[in-house]
């Protein structure tokens, strides 16, 4: 009896540590303590895409997401933006994330502060937003070569978005450092991340079929177990798909045609609209793209009343900070602007507009409850105009900008000995020779994508696309011929994309003779150069200044900093610096007049703000409360 009863306490004595082992497995595995009670069972199987419609926790769900890309949104906004998105009834944040901020050299990894995607993805799940995450590695998105790093460049065979070896390791060795950390952010494990975009839009690349294969299982193999989309437009809704992932449509406007291919291409599965365009971007010299918020929302009510889920392309847009734009190359070159406002339904500067106020009504109907708040607006201020009072030539900030290196032939920016090896990515590179005469200057089509061209340091001329050619004047002896090339973007979306490195490409010629022996400065005007400029000697600015130069002013700031728009009426083109930070390039022709100054970057007292001008000097710079995109254009 005694040894019974001692053998069936022994027994529940195990069966209960049995239970305790099994409950700390369970809940290292699903983070128990994140759920809300009675999830747990649906925390074991993630969204679902095996119906018609989508399943998530057990229960029907519909996709109602939005794009804001935090590399676009100064951190210290994030929270503000991702309330206003849950207030205007949206669900689901989406992301790219762009390869060439995080590894800016091959090797360094940068996470940290406006780059640091864990913090955003936690905010976004911590304000009840689920996340659906783009990590690329191709992203097109209006940004530099799509988000791919330039120093991949440095490989004169390198195929991007292809399996060649040199484009597969380098996204492997990128991947490695990206998924561990969004690996535990996931919905099985607790986190907000509900599906994980395989590339981007491939199927109008296409060039090679074993591609989508192996970036799906780069996700796999890395630990992402969600379930995986693609992304494509109509035309490449075929090719850009992978086995295993469900196929989502990319458009403005909805047309049967979108309907019946994924009908055709995927029945009884879930159906999605992964990019609903909510606007367009620009480029500049042309106009400013908007869709008007009627025709905008319309086509919203007609995607969600036929059972479509939907992400808003974008929500909100931001802007193109520093040198990261992207370009067009459809029939010609053309740089996108520096503002991404999109005509989004929040705009650039985090304001409500039509458009926001029309989605929220048609949005609350697909609510239970009623939406929170609209969250209050930042002020946007004006500031006294600042009076230029300092400035620096170009030509003497040169010896600021490191060794320059010398040369035979002209070596494009990307292959450059600077950046530990990794060349140059963004920004202008000077290219100066001797000419023992005047004529004609051809550019062989080697400038990418603009060059102002000097002898002995006066301005003679510009050289780009289709401007090819150019008269040198005649004059004694040897003298000094500069070009600063402009790289204004690199094409982000197109088969061109192989072909996007930037300084001068090739030989120039003078005579019909290439030129030689050149002496190259790098000027990607980073924080390091910036810092030495800021402490180097300054001049009073005279009357008639020596332009490209460096003009230096103050933004005095009364009290807590508010939002403001620089303007520059009467300068040409170039590039603003506020307290070290780029905010972006300007440029006269449009139609963008005004660039987006956050007060997250401004201090009260005196702010430094310098401009990079090529061409024509003002001044006086000004800061006003309200943006000015230009001239606006319907985007029929
Ligand atoms: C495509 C891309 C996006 C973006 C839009 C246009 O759909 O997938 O990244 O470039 O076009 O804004």
New binding site residues.
């Given amino acids: 009896m005694l040894i019974l009863s001692l053998r069936s306490a022994h027994r529940r004595r195990l069966a209960v540590g049995g239970l305790i082992l099994l409950a700390v497995i369970l809940y290292r595995r699903f983070n128990w303590h994140d759920m809300e009670p009675g999830t747990l069972r649906s925390r074991m199987v993630g969204l679902q895409a095996d119906s018609p419609e989508f399943q998530l926790g057990g229960e029907v769900f519909r996709i109602l997401g939005g794009s804001i890309h935090y590399f676009r949104v100064p951190r210290e906004y994030w929270r503000d933006r991702l309330l206003k998105m849950k207030a205007c009834g949206l669900n689901t944040l989406t992301t790219?994330v762009p390869w060439n901020l995080h590894e800016p050299e091959r090797g360094t990894f940068n996470f940290k502060g406006n780059l640091d995607l864990e913090a955003y993805i936690k905010l976004a799940g911590e304000l009840g937003l689920w996340v659906i995450l783009r990590p690329g590695p191709y992203?097109?998105?209006?940004?530099d070569l799509?988000g791919l790093p330039s120093w991949l460049y440095r490989d004169p065979a390198m195929q991007l978005r292809s399996t060649y070896k040199g484009f597969t390791q380098a996204v492997d060795a990128f991947f490695s450092q990206l998924l561990p950390r969004v690996v535990p952010l996931q919905y099985k494990k607790g986190g907000p991340i509900i599906a994980v975009q395989v590339e981007?839009?491939y199927g109008s690349f296409a060039v090679d079929t074993e591609y989508m294969p192996y970036m799906k299982e780069a996700l796999l193999s890395r630990g992402i177990e969600e379930l995986l989309m693609t992304?494509?437009?109509v035309d490449g809704l075929k090719k850009g798909n992978v086995e295993g992932a469900l196929a989502t449509i990319?458009l403005q406007k909805l047309r049967d045609l979108h309907l019946s291919h994924l009908d055709s291409s995927q029945p009884q599965k879930p159906k999605m609209v992964?990019?609903f365009?909510s606007g367009?971007?620009d480029t500049w010299g042309d106009l400013h793209h908007v869709f008007t918020a009627e025709d905008m929302a319309s086509v919203v009510m007609e995607i969600l009343q036929k059972g479509l889920s939907i992400n808003l392309?974008?929500f909100h847009g931001g802007t193109n900070f520093g040198f990261m734009n992207?370009a067009l190359e459809m029939h010609s070159y053309k740089a996108d602007v520096t503002s991404y406002d999109?005509d989004a339904p929040l705009s650039e500067s985090g304001d409500y507009t039509a458009k926001y106020l029309l989605l929220r009504e048609v949005f609350s109907k697909y609510h239970g409850e009623s939406l929170p708040d609209v969250p209050a607006l930042f002020p946007k201020m004006s500031y006294d105009a600042s009076t230029v009072y300092q400035y620096m030539p170009l030509w003497e900030a040169l010896q600021l900008a490191g060794e320059p290196f010398k040369s035979e032939s002209p070596v494009n920016m990307e292959n450059l000995p600077v950046n530990n090896g990794n060349g140059q990515s963004y920004g202008y590179t000077l290219y100066e020779t001797t000419i023992p005469s005047g004529g004609t200057l051809h550019s062989n089509d080697k400038v990418r994508d603009r060059a102002l061209v000097f002898v002995d340091s006066s301005f003679i001329g510009v050289l780009k696309y289709k401007h090819l050619e150019l008269a040198v004047p005649e004059g004694k002896g040897n003298r000094k011929l500069s070009l600063l090339v402009e790289n204004c973007g690199r094409v982000?979306?197109g088969k061109t994309l192989n072909n996007q490195r930037k300084g001068l490409v090739g030989d120039i010629l003078l005579n019909g003779t290439p030129l030689k022996n050149f002496i190259i400065y790098s000027l990607d005007m980073k924080p390091r150069f910036m810092e030495r400029l800021k402490y180097s000697h300054w001049k009073e600015v005279p009357d008639k200044p020596t332009v490209p130069g460096f003009f230096r002013g103050m933004l005095f700031v009364d009290g807590y900093p508010g939002d403001t728009f620089v303007k520059l009426p009467g300068w040409s083109k170039g590039v603003v610096f506020i307290n070290g930070q780029n905010l972006g390039r300007y440029w006269s022709i449009g139609p963008q007049q005004t660039l987006y100054l956050p007060a997250p970057w401004l201090h009260s007292g005196i702010n430094e703000v310098i401009v990079f001008e090529e061409q024509e000097a003002e001044k006086t710079i000004h800061f006003v409360n309200s943006p000015d995109l230009g001239m606006a254009v319907d985007v029929e």
């Fill in positions: 790219y992203i097109c998105a209006e940004w799509g981007n839009e992304s494509d437009n990319n992964m990019e365009w367009w971007f392309y974008m992207g999109y982000n979306y």
